[in-house]
């Protein structure tokens, strides 16, 4: 290992168990428990080094999502920056006060095209180190042509354009070992459409590329919550298209008002009354459960009541809610096998 070591021509070579890629992970956690949730499986997780998609329709809260998570990077590290690339325009200054977040610590780059995001991309990855505070929003990947594109619309050309699948694919086969090497994560906001069969799907944007270049994608649709026959706000449903941390498919509610913004606490009522921690007493009604008893503990409150932290606070403290959630969500451990344990294939003993 020493030899190898010494004669390797990469100056970031470690044992593994010494690997600072490995045993410096990080993760900067939300104020909302749920959206830590969907982004690691733990509601003590949160934002990753690496590359998360955040992915679906117009006016899906995409960029609000993206905000979120860099408005709580920065309030935990000092001295951090966003590197914000902007090719819709559509995120005022006051848009990025609502989130808590300082304007004169974000880094306003404006982009036409992939290339020119690809080329200063790069270049700010190349010069960061590991030790600087950065994270990179993209707004966004969907709505970015190609510089071709844009060539041929300037000669007055009606071309098809191929090229922009492959230097997306390009952008992103080149940013992401700088992602984890330089612990940054990356937020990038992209578009969905619906594949042609007899029961369409969602489907991210943009090629393979992104895909395979991606620790998380999340598609997200929604639907309006309603007070009466008003429309009060949405709620969005995040669906882990891929993810490391958590197990791909699942389904994480997150509700936005439009008087309060996000719900702290929203999507935690569907998986406490999964798991038995809160109990549906009527129509309407909600109650916590002892768990030690099994009794329903008093008052009853209406659903609008189950989302302040009071009501939360006792289950927290009381019982394993927070472990309940993990197992729900999070990836497992790899199987242990038992080494004394001989498997038989085709009548043959297979040992090891």
Do not use: C
Not at 72 to 93: M, N, T
């Amino acid at each position: 290992m020493d030899k190898l070591k010494k004669n390797s021509k990469v100056k970031t070579a470690e044992v593994m168990s010494k690997s600072k890629f490995f045993t410096e992970k990080d993760m900067v956690s939300t104020d909302v428990p749920m959206v830590n949730v969907a982004l690691s499986g733990s509601i003590d997780g949160g934002v990753t080094p690496g590359l998360t998609v955040l992915a679906g329709p117009s006016k899906h809260f995409k960029t609000s999502f993206a905000l979120l998570m860099a408005g709580a990077y920065l309030r935990e590290r000092k001295d951090a920056v966003i590197l914000f690339y902007d090719s819709e325009f559509g995120s005022p200054q006051s848009y990025f006060e609502q989130f808590g977040i300082d304007t004169s610590r974000v880094l306003h780059t404006p982009i036409t095209n992939v290339e020119e995001l690809k080329f200063d991309l790069i270049s700010q990855l190349e010069e960061i180190d590991r030790d600087d505070d950065v994270i990179v929003v993209i707004d966004s990947i969907g709505n970015l042509a190609s510089k071709k594109e844009l060539d041929d619309a300037l000669a007055e050309k009606g071309v098809a354009d191929m090229s922009r699948a492959k230097a997306l694919k390009g952008l992103f086969r080149m940013a992401t070992p700088y992602l984890a090497m330089k612990n940054i994560p990356m937020l990038a906001i992209n578009h969905t459409y619906k594949e042609i069969g007899l029961f369409p799907k969602d489907v991210v944007g943009g090629g393979t590329g992104i895909y395979y270049s991606a620790d998380t994608i999340w598609i997200i649709g929604r639907r309006q919550t309603k007070t009466g026959t008003e429309v009060t706000g949405y709620d969005f449903v995040v669906n882990i298209e891929k993810s490391r941390y958590l197990k791909e498919k699942s389904k994480i509610p997150i509700s936005v008002s439009w008087d309060g913004g996000v719900e702290k606490n929203s999507g935690l009522l569907d998986v406490a009354l999964a798991g038995g921690y809160v109990f549906k007493p009527s129509n309407g009604w909600y109650q916590r459960v002892d768990k030690s008893t099994g009794e329903l503990v008093d008052p009853k409150v209406r659903q609008k009541d189950t989302l302040t932290d009071e009501f939360w606070a006792p289950i927290w403290e009381f019982t394993d809610f927070a472990e309940f959630i993990r197992k729900q969500y999070q990836i497992g451990l790899p199987m242990q096998v038992d080494p004394d344990i001989i498997v038989q294939i085709d009548g043959e003993d297979i040992n090891d």
